[in-house]
């Protein structure tokens, strides 16, 4: 598969991740084929969370890759810290524990990145950084980044934290695009027009943060996959026209949509199917004309002023 560089950090790495979120939902047998498979076509680049599966979902991973050394040094593990019961917490003390049970439950001793899951209201900059610096040391994590944060949340971490924010995982699909349609309406009158997100997506452009969007099929939050739903049926028509172009399915067209933004984003996929995991990664050589992009775009139900 084609890679990247992610952030302004020289770590390169395939242009689709594979989301772990759901592996506790498979048998041991099944989740040994949905590995094997993501690595057969170049997808190896894994991104988990300690709350996902309860923690379960790295456990599950570890046997289906039979985690070894050997094996290790062909993987790309990105986890995600800082969601706990109730709260967010980016203390200190959460984020170095929260660490330490990511390494135990995938058997290994680094992660490649971790990601602060969600803004905790009550973060000290100053705690996330003697967090980071130990997590450096100690060579248990070698990138940092974030998820779900604006640029004036990143900006308020950089004052202390003096690794290089690598990463930005934020939910973003055809259905689900306002970072990129807000960027339409400037100084206009309308609810397209309202900033949500402090213009987060030309701020990672800016600092060489890359995009990781999440849920790419998804609408709402969690509502549902938007790929041949009735609610969509002007866009589901347009994306199996340009899927028949390219001789593709409609799932490869959904994340070439995102692969062709000149962020240079890397699609986190959800999905535990094989065949819909290698529809995913062919995305990455197929190339959308601007036509087929902004006809997606306005299928969707997005309008241009």
């Given at each position: 598969m084609k890679t990247m560089k992610l952030g302004s950090s020289d770590l390169q790495v395939p242009v689709v991740a594979v989301g772990c979120m759901r592996l506790d939902s498979l048998s041991r047998t099944d989740a040994e084929r949905f590995v094997q498979s993501a690595l057969d076509v170049g997808a190896n680049f894994f991104d988990h969370a300690d709350i996902y599966g309860g923690g379960e979902c790295e456990r599950i991973f570890a046997d289906a890759v039979g985690m070894s050394a050997s094996t290790r040094e062909k993987l790309i593990l990105q986890s995600k810290c800082g969601i706990r019961k109730g709260m967010f917490d980016f203390s200190k003390e959460h984020i170095l524990a929260s660490v330490d049970g990511i390494l135990e439950r995938l058997r290994t001793d680094y992660l490649d990145v971790l990601?602060?899951?969600r803004p905790d209201a009550l973060v000290e900059p100053d705690e996330v950084a003697a967090a980071f610096d130990e997590l450096e040391r100690s060579g248990k994590v070698r990138h940092f980044g974030v998820s779900n944060q604006t640029p004036m949340q990143i900006e308020l971490l950089k004052r202390s934290v003096r690794q290089p924010l690598v990463a930005n995982q934020l939910q973003l699909s055809i259905t689900n695009a306002t970072m990129i349609t807000r960027g339409f309406n400037v100084n206009m009158e309308?609810?397209?027009?309202?900033?949500?997100?402090?213009?987060?997506?030309?701020y990672c452009r800016l600092h060489d943060i890359t995009i990781q969007p999440w849920s790419p099929f998804q609408f709402g939050f969690f509502e549902g996959v938007f790929l041949d739903h009735p609610k969509?049926?002007?866009?589901?028509?347009?994306?199996?026209?340009?899927?028949?172009r390219h001789g593709v399915s409609n799932t490869t067209i959904a994340i070439a949509w995102l692969l062709r933004h000149p962020a240079h984003m890397q699609p986190?996929?959800?999905?535990?199917?094989?065949?819909?995991l290698r529809d995913c990664v062919r995305a990455a050589d197929v190339q959308l004309s601007r036509e087929d992009w902004y006809g997606i775009l306005l299928a969707a139900g997005n309008t241009l002023p």
């Amino acid at each position: 598969m084609k890679t990247m560089k992610l952030g302004s950090s020289d770590l390169q790495v395939p242009v689709v991740a594979v989301g772990c979120m759901r592996l506790d939902s498979l048998s041991r047998t099944d989740a040994e084929r949905f590995v094997q498979s993501a690595l057969d076509v170049g997808a190896n680049f894994f991104d988990h969370a300690d709350i996902y599966g309860g923690g379960e979902c790295e456990r599950i991973f570890a046997d289906a890759v039979g985690m070894s050394a050997s094996t290790r040094e062909k993987l790309i593990l990105q986890s995600k810290c800082g969601i706990r019961k109730g709260m967010f917490d980016f203390s200190k003390e959460h984020i170095l524990a929260s660490v330490d049970g990511i390494l135990e439950r995938l058997r290994t001793d680094y992660l490649d990145v971790l990601l602060l899951h969600r803004p905790d209201a009550l973060v000290e900059p100053d705690e996330v950084a003697a967090a980071f610096d130990e997590l450096e040391r100690s060579g248990k994590v070698r990138h940092f980044g974030v998820s779900n944060q604006t640029p004036m949340q990143i900006e308020l971490l950089k004052r202390s934290v003096r690794q290089p924010l690598v990463a930005n995982q934020l939910q973003l699909s055809i259905t689900n695009a306002t970072m990129i349609t807000r960027g339409f309406n400037v100084n206009m009158e309308n609810a397209e027009a309202v900033d949500r997100d402090g213009g987060i997506l030309d701020y990672c452009r800016l600092h060489d943060i890359t995009i990781q969007p999440w849920s790419p099929f998804q609408f709402g939050f969690f509502e549902g996959v938007f790929l041949d739903h009735p609610k969509f049926p002007e866009l589901n028509a347009k994306i199996d026209e340009v899927a028949a172009r390219h001789g593709v399915s409609n799932t490869t067209i959904a994340i070439a949509w995102l692969l062709r933004h000149p962020a240079h984003m890397q699609p986190v996929t959800g999905t535990t199917n094989p065949d819909r995991l290698r529809d995913c990664v062919r995305a990455a050589d197929v190339q959308l004309s601007r036509e087929d992009w902004y006809g997606i775009l306005l299928a969707a139900g997005n309008t241009l002023p």
